[in-house]
T-cell receptor, first 115, second 116 residues
Framework: DADVTQTPRNRITKTGKRIMLECSQT?????MYWYRQDPGLGLQLIYY???????NKGEISDGYSVSRQAQAKFSLSLESAIPNQTALYFC??????????????FGDGTRLSIL | AQKVTQAQTEISVVEKEDVTLDCVYE???????LFWYKQPPSGELVFLIR??????QNEISGRYSWNFQKSTSSFNFTITASQVVDSAVYFC?????????????FGTGTRLQVTL
């Protein structure tokens, strides 16, 4: 089983709909992240969380919200989806290490299309 | 602010050729970490290497090698004797520590196409 699981893997929806992308992990990591990837661009950070009581905005948080339901679960919501939110979305986790920045481990991605 | 530049958008090579992917970074922090990730056609992101700013030793792992030069703010990635399975998009990324933060700043990626 994958260490970082994203559901759904693919989703097509209409403008104005609310949609939730879910991420769960079995790595026991404290830190979790949501990114989006657009064609020809790198990954851009949407939100990140260092534990269940901590939520932080990333570079492009407008139009998104998140919920850290448990250490292992971090969901991303689009309250009213718009076409320019069509992208590949990644969830990632990393371990807490105050002496070094541990690598982030990514899920397989959710391909979201908004018509 | 941090920035990562991968000037090569796409590279095509014939199998068994050596290829170098360039990565140039910008940061004012003295402590930082550099990463390379691979994204094969299937879409997932695979971690390849992490290097901290205090360790300028080059690293070799099989056909992969990395050249870190602080003087030129570069962290280049070389694949020796490339294979078709190396075809992927490769991302360079930078992370600095801000309190307990460790956010990644990604470059725009280099698409490597290896043909027979």
């Amino acid at each position: 089983d994958a260490d970082v699981t994203q559901t759904p893997r693919n989703r097509i929806t209409k403008t104005g709909k609310r949609i939730m992308l879910e991420c769960s992990q079995t790595k026991g990591h404290d830190r979790m992240y949501w990114y989006r990837q657009d064609p020809g661009l790198g990954l851009q950070l949407i939100y990140y969380s260092f534990d269940v009581k901590d939520i932080n905005k990333g570079e492009i948080s407008d139009g998104y919200s998140v919920s850290r339901q448990a250490q292992a679960k971090f969901s991303l919501s689009l309250e009213s989806a718009i076409p320019n939110q069509t992208a590949l979305y990644f969830c990632a986790t990393s371990d807490l290490d105050i002496d070094s920045n541990q690598p982030q481990h990514f899920g397989d991605g959710t391909r979201l299309s908004i018509l | 602010a941090q920035k990562v530049t991968q000037a090569q958008t796409e590279i095509s090579v014939v199998e068994k050729e050596d290829v170098t992917l360039d990565c140039v970074y910008e940061t004012r922090d003295t402590t930082y970490y550099l990463f390379w990730y691979k994204q094969p056609p299937s879409g997932e992101l695979v971690f390849l290497i992490r290097r901290n700013s205090f360790d300028e030793q080059n690293e070799i792992s099989g056909r992969y090698s990395w050249n870190f030069q602080k003087s030129t703010s570069s962290f280049n990635f070389t694949i020796t004797a490339s294979q078709v399975v190396d075809s992927a998009v490769y991302f360079c990324a930078l992370s600095v520590s801000t309190g307990t933060a460790s956010k990644l700043t990604f470059g725009t990626g280099t698409r490597l196409q290896v043909t027979l």
